[in-house]
């Protein structure tokens, strides 16, 4: 574990060198996200403008949803999403793989944290400031209870998400190019935003099991407005778990059949 | 002329060569629709709406089908201008004997068609599973939205290609043109219809020229838009367009100048 941690922190730090000379492309990331919250800002506003409530949440829960839910997404984002998309469109099909697969570590994690972006974790700030707006400006009040668990749970779904996420690009190891596997995830983050009740019974169930994306948002919000469901809990454990084994037993069954250069 | 046919072909192909990408592509792009279907709904049946700004719920949903489609005629991800000049490779269309612009414009043309193409499937299967809340146009109507998306497209490439052309310039534009495109699309109408913004924001969002490429379309579809004032859409498009190819071809000539073709 240790090795890891170190492993993590040179590679944090490259890439705090190398981002500190491009502090335009630093600037240009975090305006994205902030144009973002801007803009859903306004969506949200001309949702409520219609709809004192959207599925029995009010503006400041789903607000309070969204920024969790951008706060999940970016620190994945931050941390794991570069050396994944790296992975969908190049490692792959380049043979890149190849000095991964070499280092005595795990190569799913390793290439997982190769390219860190800073700048999504200065987004990640400004997304944790605009959850405590949420709870703050919507007078919303919290338990002690709801709080500990609602930290319990946004660090498993911080882990079933980076699991999903590693599970969209795993077919690159079979199709060699898919650079569409890497927009994947942010095509579903969209789902991530909205109350579960919104979607129809059938599109929810499979979305909080089969692909458990609206777990990963809307569990622990819910656990922290209202009283924390044992049911819940024990279900985010244990598809963070089951799904932990699906990715990894992916990768393997991938890496196996991995040929280095293809094209 | 030829040599651009056989460009265009031979192009087609060599997207053709990874269509399993392309169609991952866009059945990943369809959870947008699904998203807002689901979300619109709930919207309007949960507080019992029949009409937001003159929008009914079939309203909203046919806009929502028709931006789905509008986004695979977006040209920001099939232009790659910026990345050739950056890495230097733009080098081998300029020293052929052809326009290099002309060639880009073709590529972009050529990725476009293959969206399309490849899109109908998926959109009669949208049309399929929620063909209760879409609107079917009159036939002019139809012909008056094929027109303008068409110029849309236009439109918005020339439009981005200023961006592009600035990497003469300024070095690798690629984290701005994410940037602007993600907020054109929004100021287009892209994220919801324009007449659902309050009144002094729509004001604003009306004067530029973005509302053309997914909002202005959207509503000749819908059949709200008469024929003189599409006509003066068209009239406008044209004159947008121009002014935009005037300012990308002036910065793409003064930044040949400074191309040396070594890339990055």
């Not at chain 2, 109408?189 to 002094?200: K, R, S, Y």
Request: with cysteine.
């Amino acid at each position: 574990m240790k090795k890891y941690f170190l492993i993590n922190w040179i590679i944090f730090k490259n890439a705090y060198i190398r981002d500190k000379k491009v502090p335009g492309a630093v600037f240009a990331g975090v305006m994205f996200h902030l144009v973002d919250i801007a803009m859903i800002i306004i969506f949200f506003n001309i949702i409520f403008s219609n709809t004192s409530s959207l599925a029995g949440w009010n503006f400041y829960q789903v607000l309070f949803l969204y920024a969790f839910a951008k706060c999940i997404v970016s620190i994945n984002s931050g941390w794991i999403k570069g050396g994944l998309n790296d992975f969908a469109t190049e490692l792959i099909r380049r043979g890149g793989f190849d000095f991964f697969m070499t280092k005595p570590v795990n190569p799913m994690i390793l290439v997982s944290m190769s390219r860190p972006r800073l700048y999504a974790f200065i987004a990640g700030i400004f997304e944790v400031g605009l959850c405590f707006y949420a709870i703050f400006a919507g007078h919303i009040n919290i338990g002690l209870a709801n709080i500990f668990w609602f930290i319990i749970l946004a660090i498993l779904v911080n882990m079933l998400y980076y699991f999903l996420q590693v599970l969209t690009v795993v077919p690159a190891f079979w199709f060699i190019k898919l650079w569409s596997l890497q927009d994947l995830m942010s095509r579903f983050n969209q789902v991530m935003r909205y109350p579960a009740g919104v979607f129809p019974p059938v599109i929810r169930f499979i979305l909080m099991s089969v692909f458990p994306i609206i777990a990963i948002s809307f569990i622990p919000a819910q656990t922290l407005f209202y009283p924390p469901k044992i049911e819940y809990i024990i279900y985010i454990i244990l598809i963070t778990l089951i799904f932990g084994m699906i990715t990894n037993f992916l990768w393997k069954l991938g890496q196996s059949r991995y040929s280095s250069a293809s094209s | 002329m030829k040599k651009y046919l056989i460009y265009f072909k031979v192009g087609f192909l060599d997207l053709l060569a990874y269509k399993a990408d392309f169609i991952i592509y866009i059945v990943v792009n369809m959870v947008f629709f699904f998203v807002f279907l689901a979300l619109w709904k709930s919207i309007y049946t949960g507080s019992g709406i029949t009409e937001i700004n003159n929008y009914s719920l079939n309203n909203t949903i046919t806009y929502y089908f028709i931006t789905s489609f509008l986004f695979r005629l977006d040209p920001t991800f099939a232009m790659y201008l910026n990345q050739t000049v950056w890495n230097g490779s733009f080098t081998n269309d300029l020293v052929k004997p052809w326009n290099a612009l002309f060639v880009d414009f073709i590529y972009t043309l050529n990725e476009l068609s293959l969206r399309v193409l490849l899109y109908l499937p998926f959109s009669f299967f949208i049309f399929i599973v929620s063909f209760q809340y879409i609107n079917i146009p009159s036939g002019i109507n139809f012909i008056y939205f094929i027109i303008t998306a068409f110029l849309g497209i236009i439109l918005a490439y020339c439009f981005y290609q200023i961006i592009h052309t600035l990497c003469f310039h300024f070095g690798d534009q690629d984290n701005n043109i994410n940037l602007i495109s993600f907020i054109v699309a929004f100021l287009a109408g892209g994220t919801f219809p324009l007449a659902f913004l309050p009144e002094q924001i729509r004001s604003i969002f009306l004067v530029l020229p973005f509302r053309f490429l997914f909002d202005t379309p959207a509503n000749i579809f819908l059949g709200k838009l008469g024929s003189h004032e599409i006509f003066f859409i068209w009239l406008q498009m044209l004159l947008w367009s121009a002014l935009f190819f005037v300012v990308y071809y002036l910065i793409y000539k003064s930044g040949l100048k400074k191309y040396t073709g070594t890339g990055r």
